[in-house]
């Protein structure tokens, strides 16, 4: 299945505006900055899909050959992969779809620090099936209900399902990544990044 990067086109670029692209919020990556990749991958049923990311050009060779490597391997499977305009930019509506995605232009969850999404260093996969976990609570709220380490571990043959021993976890660590779920303080089964954030 066809793969590429390329710089975002107008009509990406229009689409983002006032959605995942904020000119008022400082610090994100510009369209400059952009690279816009398809990528092939297998859904929950195993058919072979095309969706679309966006991510830092520093990072747009790693982040296909990943994506790619999964797709060739059957190791991993994604339910869906569109970028986060489809969601108006709204990260809940994009998590509770189970959507990968990656840039954002948006300040980190809980907090005032820009999020990495928005340097386009990060991207979150499945987050449905993969919730960010904090204090018993889970975000999306429809996330899967696993919440230790140990649970997951024991699910891990779930499809799109994100643990130490996934594929995908092993292709992302191997380009220098790191995953969310390694977090002390909270668990981030969703989230890669090329940060460490």
């Known amino acids: 299945m066809a793969t590429s990067i390329s710089p975002l086109p ?31 991958y297998r859904d929950y049923e195993g058919r072979s899909r095309q969706g679309r990311l966006i991510v830092h050009r520093s990072v747009a060779e790693a982040v ?3 994506f790619v490597q999964l797709y060739q391997d059957r190791s991993f499977a994604i ?5 986060i305009d489809a969601h108006d ?3 809940d509506a994009s998590m509770a779809a189970n959507n990968t995605s990656g840039y954002n232009c948006r300040q980190a969850s809980g907090s005032s620090r820009l999020s990495s999404h928005a340097t386009g260093l990060a991207i979150d996969v499945n987050p449905r099936t993969n ?4 204090k018993g609570k889970t975000s999306p709220p429809a996330g899967e209900d696993l919440d230790t380490p140990e649970e997951r571990e024991a ?5 799109g399902l994100i643990t130490a021993r996934s594929a995908i976890t092993k292709a992302f660590e191997a380009k220098g990544w790191s995953w969310g779920g390694n977090w002390k303080s909270s668990k981030d089964y969703q989230h890669f990044s090329a940060d460490g954030h």
């Open 64 to 66: 296909q050959e990943i």
């Open 155 to 159: 699910a891990h043959a779930a499809p």
């Open 89 to 91: 930019g709204d990260d």
């Open 131 to 134: 919730p960010f976990v904090r």
């Open 10 to 40: 107008d009509s990406v670029w229009e689409a983002m505006q006032g959605k995942s692209y904020n000119p008022e919020i400082k610090g994100c990556a510009g369209r400059e900055e952009l690279r816009l990749l398809i990528l092939p």
């Open 79 to 83: 339910e869906k992969m569109e970028l």
